[in-house]
């Protein structure tokens, strides 16, 4: 038997998987697949033994899409909107911890390769996966 309160149920229910529903179509629409990138950073030809790489969108330089850490071999991994990219990387700083074996030596790089004005490293991301080594110089 149905009774007043089942019926306000089943509405509430109704409207709230609606209005989830379009929400959940209005936040998806639109958006790209994220492409996997990967490569590896090398400075003055030897791999970066450390850091951190940086991809944002050109048409908005400041503000990053993606970033990854950079391994001991200079390799990185990454997720991120298919187009038009400029990069910035920043070198492995020294460790607070004097006991940690395993912390890369610090690299100064230099200070262009922090500012996506000046770095020059810009690139396009295509859909599906991709190479992209970044190779960094001492000018």
């Given at each position: ?37 990967k ?21 908005k ?43 890369p ?35």
């Amino acid at each position: 038997m149905k009774t007043p309160r089942s019926g306000f149920r089943l509405g509430a229910w109704l409207c709230l998987s609606s209005v989830l529903f379009v929400c959940f179509l209005g936040c998806s629409s639109g958006k790209k697949a994220l492409s996997e990138v990967k490569g590896k950073v090398t400075f003055n030809g030897a791999p970066l033994p450390g850091g951190i790489v940086f991809f944002a969108p050109e048409s908005k330089p400041t503000f990053p899409i993606a970033t990854s850490g950079v391994g001991t071999e200079g390799e990185y991994r990454l997720s991120c909107e298919p187009g038009p990219v400029v990069a910035t990387v920043e070198g492995p700083t020294a460790s607070s911890n004097q006991d940690d074996k395993d912390q890369p030596p610090p690299v100064v790089l230099p200070s262009k390769y922090q500012n996506p004005a000046l770095s020059g490293l810009k690139f396009t991301i295509v859909e599906g996966q991709q190479e992209i080594n970044i190779d960094l110089k001492q000018p």
